[in-house]
């Protein structure tokens, strides 16, 4: 969406907006202040109060929500551009990231060959910066930023200004350079789809001059897993699953669609994995506050904020997506949303400047007030409503069994605080689209509607923290971190076989002229992409995919017959009879195995052909 369409929404959003609003207020008021069934105006002051609030909160929400769902249905296509129009440099924060960061950072080189990597290493404890060391010895866009104590760990947003330099510095001080450039950040989980940089570089992203940031739609890359907690119980990992559900159908649907409709009000928040941002708005913003990035918890969203405060536009594209791991831990899940949630809280300190720039229309202005007050509305529906529903009871006012007007009345509350919400379960099918059936859906619909109010377990959590002082940045577990990710020792029948056929890649060399160069370009490539083709089987075991699996192996049987790695291709096979079998507790058991062959062969490989030490446990 262009500039000049996002005017022409806005426009269209702001009486909808309006009537929506008015319909569900006289509907709110209906039933809690004048149907009697949760008490009588006029008795207690503090009483009116509380019901008067909770039509209020009700009434909004329910307009928020179905503007939510407009924008959703009325997403568009857009068309792609050449992203050899833009330079592209990948900024991945990390710290302690040791068992995601080489099938990251291969992904991203392998999709887009142009592209620099740009890892930041935040004091990692673990063996992170070594393997990046060792990807960089085949690869010359792959680079290493290292911070030390006590710099470093200091906040997400310090570690991303310290790249901000190093590109900066790297592009170089020429104007058209510096406009050519775009800034993405990715998390060092994160895997952009293959159309992504092609969407950014449209008419109706960066190839937009008014464009100043973008932000992708995200989705979950563990959404198929069927044992998201390995080796725990059936239920514990029935309730793994339902989570990281929960978790794709909130950013693909309610999240992708408040982002869409924002793109019509003019307000589009930057995440924190799959922003991109121009160099030159980077440098802007060096201007007014000495660096980019500040350092509030959501870093990403005072970001875009500040974007905005200087007259740029944010756009949102829901069209190429980037993939992260989500958490089936409740536990993780309430660490990492309390700090999110604590973050956002803390960048109603930008409002201000916002406000005084005057660059939003009213309908913008509306719908970032309104979202940064929701936690504040939130608290006071938990504590409201209790007591309410608690005085209502007490007074007699709930007739259920004698009064069937009440039950009429309580039945259309329920229908309007649970159909707006319900309804993202069949979108998500419809437009996600998801391989899922019509009940399936709707019953995902009625279980988004339980996920959304775990707000209320971490909005409090969030406040509290504010109000104390404590704004640490927690860093959320990996989900493989407590996983056996590469097996310890090799099956005493694979280590009778070579892991290097020599007269392989010889003969290749001889096919390609003769040239040594051509070989060791092809066993560089090789050790680049192979965490890639790891991470695609990995994901493709979990979710019990034959398909993708026999993508994946096909792929490493095809890549190690090609270079001679002969134990790869015996293990290949092994694995790909336990595949044609159906048997996948044996296919996950063997996966750490064939993980150690590849690793073995990527060892021997930078030996014996480049010549490379091995610094990393991958």
Not at 175 to 195: C, E, K, Q, T
Not at 290 to 313: A, M, Q, V
Not at 339 to 344: L, S
Not at 543 to 569: K, N, P
Request: aromatic residues 10%; neutral net charge.
């Amino acid at each position: 969406m262009t500039g000049h369409d996002s005017r022409s929404s806005t426009r269209q959003i702001g009486p909808l907006a309006v009537v929506l609003s008015l319909v569900y207020g006289v509907l709110a008021a209906y039933i809690f202040c004048f149907s009697g069934s949760f008490g009588r105006l006029g008795e207690y002051w503090w009483f009116d109060i509380a019901l008067i609030t909770i039509t209020i909160t009700a009434s909004l929400s329910l307009a928020y929500v179905s503007l939510l769902l407009i924008a959703y249905v009325r997403q568009m296509a857009v068309d792609a551009g050449d992203p050899t129009d833009f330079t592209w440099h990948f900024l991945i924060p990390c710290r302690d990231e040791e068992s995601v960061i080489a099938e990251t950072v291969s992904a991203a080189r392998t999709s887009f060959p142009t592209a620099h990597i740009w890892v930041i290493d935040d004091a990692s404890e673990d063996s992170t910066a070594a393997i990046v060391t060792d990807i960089m010895d085949v690869d010359d866009r792959t680079h290493l930023i290292s911070r030390v104590l006590p710099e470093a760990r200091t906040g997400k947003g310090k570690a991303l200004n310290a790249a901000y330099l190093s590109v900066s510095e790297y592009v170089g001080a020429d104007p058209a350079d510096r406009a050519r450039a775009v800034i993405g950040v990715l998390d060092a989980d994160g895997f952009l789809s293959d159309n992504a940089l092609a969407v950014l570089s449209g008419p109706a992203g960066f190839g937009d001059d008014s464009l100043g940031a973008a932000q992708l739609e995200v989705w979950m890359k563990n959404r198929g897993d069927k044992q998201p907690r390995p080796g725990r119980s059936r239920y514990l990992n029935l309730l793994g699953r339902f989570l990281v559900r929960m978790q794709d159908i909130e950013f693909r649907t309610s999240n992708s669609a408040m982002q869409q409709l924002r793109v019509t009000t003019g307000t589009v928040g930057m995440g924190g994995n799959g922003q991109f941002t121009r160099l030159t708005v980077l440098d802007a913003l060096t201007e007014d506050h000495g660096e980019p990035w500040g350092n509030k918890l959501s870093e990403d969203y005072e970001l875009g904020l500040n974007i905005l405060t200087r007259g740029f536009r944010n756009g949102y594209f829901p069209q190429a997506h980037v993939s992260q791991e989500a958490l089936p831990y409740f536990r993780r899940l309430l660490t990492q949303r309390t700090r999110w949630g604590q973050g956002i809280m803390e960048c109603a300190s930008n409002l201000p400047a916002l406000r005084r720039s005057r660059v939003l229309r009213f309908p913008g202005f509306v719908e970032i007030h309104y979202f940064m007050s929701q936690p504040w509305l939130m608290m006071l529906n938990l504590l409201l409503i209790p007591i309410v529903t608690a005085v209502a009871i007490a007074q007699g006012f709930f007739g259920f069994v004698s009064d069937a007007a009440t039950w009429i009345i309580v039945l259309t509350g329920l229908v309007f605080v649970v159909l707006p919400y319900a309804l993202w379960g069949p979108l998500y099918r419809r437009w996600g689209p998801e391989p899922i059936g019509r009940t399936a859906s709707v019953l995902l619909g009625l279980g988004y509607l339980v996920y959304v109010y775990f707000t209320y377990f971490y909005y409090p959590r969030a406040i509290a923290r504010m109000v104390t002082g404590r704004n640490s940045w927690a860093k959320t577990k990996r989900n493989a971190d407590d996983v056996l990710v590469t097996s310890t020792f090799t099956p005493v029948a694979l280590r009778v076989v070579p892991l290097l056929d020599q007269s392989s890649l010889t003969e290749l060399a001889e096919e390609l002229e003769g040239r040594d160069e051509y070989a060791v370009e092809i066993v560089s490539r090789f050790a680049l992409i192979w965490p890639r083709r790891l991470a695609n089987l990995q994901l493709a075991v979990a979710a019990e995919d034959v398909l993708g699996i026999s993508d994946a192996i096909a792929s490493i049987r095809v890549a190690s017959t090609m270079v001679g790695a002969r134990r790869l291709q015996v293990a290949a096979e092994d694995f790909t009879t336990l595949v044609e079998s159906r048997e996948f507790d044996a296919a996950r058991a063997a996966l750490p195995r064939l993980a150690r062959v590849g690793d073995d062969t990527i060892v021997e490989i930078r030996a014996r052909f480049l010549d490379l030490p091995t610094r990393g446990q991958h």
